[in-house]
């Protein structure tokens, strides 16, 4: 079983939706949680980080953790085409310098 | 403000050959990693340097060495290139220590083909 799971998707929404993106993961000890997003040959840019749980919000996006579920969410508001792009998940443990990713979902915001 | 910078950024190799893929950053991070990422498979971690003077293997370090040269640069070498090393290689840093985990930065990446 992997330590981060991620549907890979296709997601494909119309421009203005709420997207839901999510992952689940295995190790109670993860306590950092990180989103990043990918756009098509360039490397992953960080957008949201948060520890333990509970919600964050940055402009149109919110990441949630959900602890006694294992389960992390990224919402994004009023979704743009500039949105399209993959979205992975990442968390890691406290004070342990490795970070376990999941494998990436793919939006396509739709004009 | 450059961030993290891979070179190159295309490579092709042919089977057997070896070659090294150089990442530098300039945001004074302790720690810096390799990731190779394939289709379905996300980013799985090469090799890692906890601080300057420190590697680690990672989940996939057969057939990779890697060279903490100083705290900003960090390499990796394929010694002798095969087909199913062929993939994306991401380097990334992070000021990680101390007990709070801080998230990483990823360069653009190399893409390498081997034949």
């Known amino acids: 079983q992997k330590e981060v799971e991620q549907d890979p998707g296709p997601l494909s929404v119309p421009e203005g939706a709420i997207v839901s993106l999510n992952c689940t993961y295995s190790n109670s000890a993860f306590q950092y949680f990180m989103w990043y997003r990918q756009y098509s040959r360039k490397g992953p840019e960080l957008l949201m980080y948060t520890y333990s749980s509970g919600n964050k919000e940055d402009g149109r996006f919110t990441a949630q953790v959900d602890k006694s579920s294992k389960y992390i969410s990224l919402f994004i508001r009023d979704s743009q085409p500039s949105d399209s792009a993959t979205y992975l998940c990442?968390?890691?443990?406290?004070?342990?310098?490795?970070?376990?990713f999941g494998s990436g979902t793919k939006l396509n915001v739709k004009p | 403000n450059a961030g993290v910078t891979q070179t190159p950024k295309f490579q092709v190799l042919k089977t057997g050959q070896s070659m090294t893929l150089q990442c530098a950053q300039d945001?004074?991070?302790?720690?810096m990693y390799w990731y190779r990422q394939d289709p379905g498979m996300g980013l799985r971690l090469i090799y890692y340097s906890a601080s300057e003077g420190t590697t680690d293997k990672g989940e996939v370090p057969n057939g990779y060495n890697v060279s903490r040269l100083n705290k900003r640069e960090f390499s990796l070498r394929l010694e002798s290139a095969a087909p199913s090393q062929t993939s994306v290689y991401f380097c990334a840093s992070s000021d990680g220590g101390g007990g709070f985990n801080q998230p990483q930065h990823f360069g653009d990446g190399t893409r390498l083909s081997i034949l």
């Open positions: 945001m004074n991070h302790n720690s």
């Open positions: 990442a968390m890691s443990r406290y004070n342990f310098n490795k970070f376990y």
